[in-house]
């Protein structure tokens, strides 16, 4: 009997051997060396390992497919641009073992689902293409050219284009990711579903109202420069690395450090350089000044509060509020502070969970200091307030006059190496008509101006069989999405699943009436087409676009690149209906960024400006104070406090990435930074609400949520007393998604409220 789908999404639940330490206060150093060598010892052949480490994220070398933290402009280390979960990303990729057609005839779809995620992500590198048929067992060999045409046929006898949905992974460059957004558009949808769904949505949403870019507004250089850098929502020594470097800098010209989150982090408490000596020797950085420990989801309420007694000083003794920045550059201040008076300063305080000593610290560094920037990540953007929360943070910005100066702005910190990009060239279910109309113009074909699914909206098409092929362009769609055992289903109910991918994960697992997997170079490979070795671009959180060039040899013969994938499966099913002679663009990657020239704002000479060693920046209106809203000024928003009221047994649950994680991908079964060793089926509380409900340490329960009158249930976690405030509790995701409904999301966004799911605790 084949597994169900649900049971094919979900993690294992067999505990390995839960050791436990004392959480760190210092980050990376000897650690973080220690930790690498072991990985690329490991899974890398030595001679790959040395090869990567002295070109990734360097000029003329390539990016690292991680997270997308900008490289300096100027000054690059001479040891190497990286950092711990770099390296490991590169030995993910870089793995020293392949899979193909023995490995599949060995191993059922069912009995790999038995597998951990990290079992799974560790089998090899994908060799060639596979196929699943109709109501088989195993993965077969399939040939590419049969592979694109299966594709076709599938696509091409829909009822309607929009029956197929297209998702994309951040992973993706700005070559392919244009042509597969060029392609779905003239196939005749838009359901261009992204990562940016689940995470940054939010953060797009709220600055392009307020500000009129969803991008941040602050380079690298402001960062060393900044007097207050607050950081929210964001754990950077685990999932941003190379940042800590920038806020050592910060606090050595003078800045101070806020650090703003639910559990202590041990890289906001210190951080201890790996690439310099005399760190490792010495000991290393204090960052954070100020540690807020928040309540989950308390961060209005915090920064509400922050606003009051600014308000309240202005009003007793002036200059608080930049009020010429306001007057010239903005719109929306009166009603902004006739609302922000209805609130009650001890009550918002309480609503955040912080003290009054440590609050009285943060208001001093923000009272005296203008040259602020803030920095988050989806500690603030996974709440159904999500969007309530960005603009609460860009108040605060337009009263103290940090936006569009050095030294000051904001600052969201994104995850996936090309997100960004990615959304830049096109890859957006709701795109500006403005892009449209340039699509219309270059190609001559008139795309939809119908709205695409957006992640949640295509889940639920599939579930109820409105849509019939789904189409992913990297990322690992199942472990990536919430309420896993409906998304599980919805994949299920398709025709045909396609995965483009690098290597195998639990997507792969969890398939439709067909499948198939599409193994592609990793960003680390040499990229041979018939115009020689092609360079590709990223655009990185600070909006620089730069060139990647693989330096590897390809792991197999076998594998095509993103943009030839794209290419190939755009040919056969388009064919002669097509108005784009999509093969061309596979030989010669010129060619695309020609035309994404003419199409996406900011990239005139493209070709010319990519040679850049350094890259070059797209332009960005709010850093230059240039505000493209709706009346032309930076917008005061108005937003309410969120209104949790939990029952007595009732806990609110944040998903967390552990230290051998990025995303959801698994490099090793330890968090080290808090203490956690060979485990991941644990549940963080709250020491008190452990002794309320009579739990002892390591104790196995079951979780369960309710939302809208269902239950969604994840069994077999051991509890961890930890430091986070009361009635809060933190779980690894994936393993957790299964809990996060799929109704909870952002207003005006649809990014999952992973951050904030209501739950109660049973011991088994």
């Not at 390995?16 to 990376?28: D, Q």
């Not at 070398?61 to 590169?90: H, I, Q, V």
């Not at 210190?270 to 010495?282: E, G, R, S």
């Not at 440590?358 to 159904?384: R, Y």
Request: some cysteine.
């Amino acid at each position: 009997m084949s597994a169900s789908p649900e049971h094919k999404a979900s993690t294992s639940e067999k505990f390995t051997a839960l050791k436990t330490g004392k959480p760190h206060t210092n980050s990376a150093g000897f650690g973080a060396l220690k930790a690498v060598f072991g990985q690329v010892t490991k899974y890398m052949k030595p001679v790959d390992a040395i090869k990567l480490s002295l070109k990734i994220n360097q000029k003329g070398g390539f990016d690292c497919p991680g997270c997308a933290w900008p490289d300096p402009d100027d000054d690059r280390s001479a040891l190497g641009e990286y950092c711990e979960n770099g390296l490991k990303a590169m030995a993910e990729e870089a793995q020293n073992k392949t899979i193909g057609e023995d490995f599949f005839r060995d191993h059922s779809v069912e009995a790999l689902a038995e597998l951990s995620d990290f079992e799974i992500g560790k089998s090899g590198r994908l060799s060639e293409p596979m196929f699943l048929a109709k109501g088989a067992t195993h993965y077969q060999p399939i040939s590419w050219e049969d592979a694109f045409g299966k594709v076709a046929n599938h696509l091409n006898v829909l009822n309607h284009p929009d029956e197929a949905v297209f998702y994309t992974s951040g992973r993706t460059t700005n070559e392919a990711a244009f042509l597969y957004q060029l392609f779905v558009r003239e196939f005749g949808t838009a359901n261009l579903p992204d990562c940016s769904n689940m995470c940054h949505e939010a953060s797009g949403s709220a600055l392009s109202e307020t500000l009129g870019i969803g991008k941040g507004s602050v380079t690298l250089d402001d960062l060393y420069k900044a007097e207050v850098v607050m950081v929210i929502g964001q754990n950077p020594g685990t999932n941003h690395p190379r940042m800590l470097t920038a806020l050592e800098k910060c606090k050595k010209n003078g800045g101070k450090i806020i650090a703003v989150n639910p559990l202590p982090e041990a890289g906001l408490i210190k951080f201890t350089n790996p690439q310099n000596p005399v760190k490792l020797l010495t000991g290393g950085t204090n960052i954070a000044d100020v540690f807020v420990p928040i309540k989950i989801n308390g961060d209005v309420a915090f920064i509400k509060a922050l606003l009051l007694k600014l308000l309240e000083e202005e009003e007793q003794n002036g200059n608080v509020f930049d009020t010429a920045f306001i007057e010239a550059f903005t719109d929306g201040y009166d009603a902004f502070i006739t609302d922000l008076k209805t609130y009650n300063f001890d009550a918002c305080l309480e609503a955040s969970g912080i003290t009054k000593a440590v609050f009285d610290e943060v208001f001093n560094l923000i009272l005296n200091n203008d040259k602020i920037i803030i920095c988050w990540a989806m500690g603030l953007t996974q709440h159904e307030n999500a969007v309530d929360n960005i603009r609460e943070l860009v108040n605060l910005l337009l009263l103290k006059g940090s936006i569009g100066k050095e030294g000051a702005g904001t600052c969201p910190v994104r995850g996936h190496s090309n997100v960004q990009g990615d959304r830049t060239v096109g890859i957006w279910e709701s795109a500006p008509q403005a892009f449209l109309d340039k699509i219309e113009a270059k190609y001559g074909f008139k795309p939809t101006t119908k709205h695409g699914y957006s992640v949640i909206d295509a889940i639920k098409a599939m579930y109820e069989k409105k849509a019939k092929v789904f189409f992913g362009l990297g990322g690992n769609f199942i472990s990536a999405v919430p309420d896993t055992n409906y998304a599980a289903q919805a994949l299920a109910n398709c025709n045909l699943t396609v995965h483009v991918s690098t290597k195998l994960n639990r997507s792969h697992l969890v398939t439709g009436k067909e499948a198939l997997i599409l193994p592609c170079l990793g960003r680390s490979e040499k990229d041979y087409q018939k115009t020689g070795i092609q360079t590709q671009s990223v655009e990185n959180s600070m909006g620089i676009v730069s060139s990647t060039k693989g330096i590897l040899e390809p792991c197999s013969n076998a594998l095509l690149s993103e943009v030839a994938v794209v290419c190939g499966i755009a040919h056969a099913t388009l064919k002669d209906r097509s108005k784009i002679d999509w093969l061309k663009y596979t030989d010669d990657y010129n060619l695309v960024r020609d035309d994404i020239q003419e199409v996406v704002e900011g990239f005139d000479d493209y070709n010319k400006r990519l040679k850049n060693p350094s890259g070059f920046y797209l332009p960005n209106g709010a850093r230059v104070r240039e505000f493209k809203t709706k009346t032309g000024k930076a917008l005061f928003s108005i937003n309410k406090l969120p209104n949790w009221k939990l029952k007595d047994d009732e806990l609110i649950m944040m998903t967390i990435r552990s230290h051998d994680q990025f995303n959801t991908t698994i490099y090793g079964l330890n968090d080290r930074y808090r203490g956690i060793y060979n485990e991941r089926r644990i549940i963080f509380m709250n020491r008190n609400d452990m002794k309320i409900r009579g739990l002892q340490e390591q104790q196995v329960v079951n979780l369960k949520s309710e939302f809208n009158g269902v239950t969604r249930v994840a069994n077999k976690f051991k509890v961890i007393g930890y430091d986070i405030p009361k009635s809060c509790c933190a779980t690894y995701f994936p393993e957790t998604n299964v809990l996060v409904p799929l109704d909870s999301f952002a207003h005006t966004a649809k990014t999952p409220a992973s951050k904030s799911v209501v739950i109660t605790v049973e011991a088994t």
